[in-house]
């Protein structure tokens, strides 16, 4: 007979986490799992300085910082803007391309003013830039950004006003490059140069016929929001050589969408680029930048596939293949090597960021059966009593498989006959919670025997849904990782500590919107999802912090304030030696005040509303003034304190 003390006593080692959470895979060269059973987040320089993340959260928290709370290491960031620039500057050098690689950051990805005041502090020595889809960022990046070499990529929907603003900040000292995106923008050009009598820098986005793929598949192509068909460049061409602008027109520009997961897919992009830019060369412009956009994937789950969650190749293979295309249509063609631009937005800013949130509950029952085995039970309960003994009876030697799965369906069989019952009146409420509690404790019993003998089948699969968990979660999905709801996308999940100890069930999240679609039950798992994630048991007396990691990109952008929940504390994190580090800044979460505010509630107004009543009520003897004057205390005190809970 099978011995539950064989299993609960097993011993849980390092080595178990990280298969079971596969840090290994997706954690790169930044997450590990260190001796004491936390997680730690390493610098990645040449000293591999560290930190204990369990125990970074515990102190921020004695800072009276709590969660939900997300976590920026500077070292991180500075790591990928390095080995983005290095990886271009190894491809340049190995194929001996004749020019230079400069990126630029497309603030659509972080628009957070300290986070951008890095990336340019940052990229500085590689003159790197920043890339601007509308007015709103164009102004940021025309104040943030100083080097005088750096580029600012003018994309998105332009008026007059933003391309005046662009044409006259290269009297600042900018390098600015006007492109046109849709055909509405050479007019508009023309016009404003004639006005300023001032010209810029013009690049032309082209559509390419290069398909690409995963969720972003559909937004390139002939039929894509941005961009020029090659009638429309020719035309634009014209227009350009007539205006006396031809010589002004320097860069191509093209994007095949986010996160690219496979090569193949950026390698027919670049072919067909080259040759568009070879051929703007033979039309009479002066090619000099090729900007090859963004789509530079990461590695969500670390499966190093093209899926939609991974890439099937490194960062030194994408700038080979950018670097190596490029010189090879050039050189076909006797034209000069471009300045390489690229727009990697999600490969610089998603690993630097960790987004940590606490439990506040679950729903996890562990069910005792205490039922009279006499003629009081009703003809179901019994049955099921029998099918519950027969399983606890199986001997894990013998080969029971057809018993077990035999077993499990005359379980469902049973449950499905109380829930007739009940509905017909012949079941009262305590006999349907005791079928519940014997229903629970058959599929544990089974979980124990085929955990233990390493069975998966198909007809047992429905058992780890109802034996599943909540965990509830203090944020919001639609805040902090909106993406997880919009598009399915998968982040690593994974408690911050306890990895010396065995998980001891398996659970999804809900988090604090009242939403059903406000949780997270899609997990990695080997390079597929998986609904459940293995979590340790939860104790109310006990801190349990689980951490979203590669969350840095689009997330805070894309976020809203579903169910008014505002921003979390974010907080930059220099790591200064192993184990010590230094806070350089802190973003305060919003408070309700605050976000009020946002939907035109003047809080003033709210409390005088709140104080006319309470007097009202007084009058009316329904309150007394000490009720009164802790209701009004209260809500004053709310006001000022986070949209998210405390324990």
Excluded at 385 to 409: A, G, Y
Aim: glycine fraction near 4%; include cysteine; aromatic fraction near 8%.
């Amino acid at each position: 007979m099978f011995n539950q003390e064989n299993t609960s006593n097993t011993q849980w080692s390092i080595s178990d986490s990280i298969r079971t959470y596969e840090i290994d895979k997706w954690g790169d060269k930044y997450f590990f799992i260190n001796k004491k059973g936390n997680i730690a987040i390493s610098n990645n320089t040449n000293d591999k300085k560290s930190i204990d993340l369990f125990k970074l959260v515990e102190e921020i928290q004695n800072r009276d910082i709590k969660p939900p709370l997300i976590l920026r290491f500077n070292d991180v960031l500075k790591d990928r803007i390095s080995e983005l620039n290095n990886s271009f500057i190894n491809a340049i050098k190995f194929y001996s391309y004749k020019n230079r690689y400069q990126g630029v950051f497309p603030i659509k990805c972080n628009q957070q003013k300290t986070m951008l005041e890095k990336i340019i502090e940052y990229g500085s020595e590689w003159d790197f830039g920043l890339e601007v889809g509308s007015k709103s960022e164009l102004l940021i990046a025309l104040s943030l950004l100083k080097n005088e070499r750096a580029f600012l990529i003018c994309n998105g929907y332009k008026d007059k006003n933003y391309i005046e603003m662009a044409i006259l900040a290269r009297k600042l000292g900018k390098r600015p490059v006007i492109v046109i995106e849709q055909r509405d923008d050479v007019k508009k050009i023309i016009d404003s140069v004639k006005k300023l009598g001032s010209k810029p820098i013009i690049g032309i986005r082209t559509k390419l016929s290069s398909k690409s793929s995963g969720r972003w598949g559909k937004s390139v192509g002939d039929k894509s929001k941005f961009g020029l068909s090659i009638p429309e460049i020719m035309t634009t061409v014209e227009e350009l050589r007539d205006s006396q602008l031809l010589d002004e027109l320097n860069l191509l520009h093209f994007h095949i969408g986010s996160q690219i997961s496979d090569i193949k897919i950026i390698k027919n992009a670049l072919q067909e680029a080259s040759q568009i830019f070879v051929e703007l060369n033979k039309l009479g412009a002066h090619m000099k930048y090729i900007d090859v956009g963004g789509g530079l994937g990461i590695d969500y789950d670390g499966s190093k596939t093209p899926t939609s969650n991974s890439t099937n190749y490194s960062l030194q293979n994408y700038a080979n293949d950018v670097v190596a295309t490029l010189k090879d249509y050039c050189d076909q063609n006797n034209v000069d090597h471009p300045i390489i631009i690229s727009e990697s937005g999600r490969s610089i800013a998603s690993h630097c960021s960790v987004l940590i949130f606490n439990v506040l509950g679950t729903n996890n029952e562990n069910y005792e059966i205490n039922i009279k085995g006499d003629n009081s039970n009703s003809l179901i309960i019994k049955n099921l009593l029998d099918t519950l003994n027969q399983i606890k009876s199986l001997n894990t030697d013998d080969d029971n498989l057809s018993k077990i799965i035999e077993l499990w369906n005359d379980t469902k069989k049973f449950k499905d006959d109380s829930l007739s019952s009940f509905r017909l009146g012949y079941m009262n409420l305590t006999e349907r919670a005791h079928v519940e509690k014997i229903v629970w404790k058959c599929a544990k019993e089974i979980t124990k025997i085929i955990e233990y003998k390493n069975i998966i089948h198909s007809d047992l699969s429905d058992i780890k849904s109802i034996l599943a968990s909540i965990y509830y979660a203090n944020f919001s999905v639609f805040k902090s990782i909106p993406d997880t709801w919009a598009i399915n996308q998968i982040f690593p999940i994974i408690p911050i500590h306890r990895h010396t100890e065995k998980p001891a069930l398996e659970a999804s999240f809900a988090d604090l919107t009242c939403d059903s679609d406000g949780k997270l039950n899609n997990f990695i798992d080997k390079g597929n999802s998986k609904s459940l994630l293995h979590l340790h048991r939860f104790n109310k007396d006990e801190d349990y912090f689980i951490g979203i990691f590669l969350s840095g990109a689009y997330q805070e952008p894309l976020g809203n304030l579903h169910n008014l929940f505002g921003n979390t504390n974010i907080i930059h994190i220099d790591i200064t030696s192993s184990e010590d580090y230094k806070i350089t800044n802190m973003i305060k979460e919003d408070s309700k005040a605050e976000i009020l505010k946002v939907f035109d509630y003047n809080v003033d107004d709210l409390l005088e509303r709140i104080r006319l009543k309470c007097e009202s009520a007084i009058n009316n003897k329904k309150i007394t003034i000490a009720e009164s004057k802790k209701l009004i205390t209260q809500f004053e005190s709310s006001l000022r304190e986070s949209t998210y809970l405390s324990k």
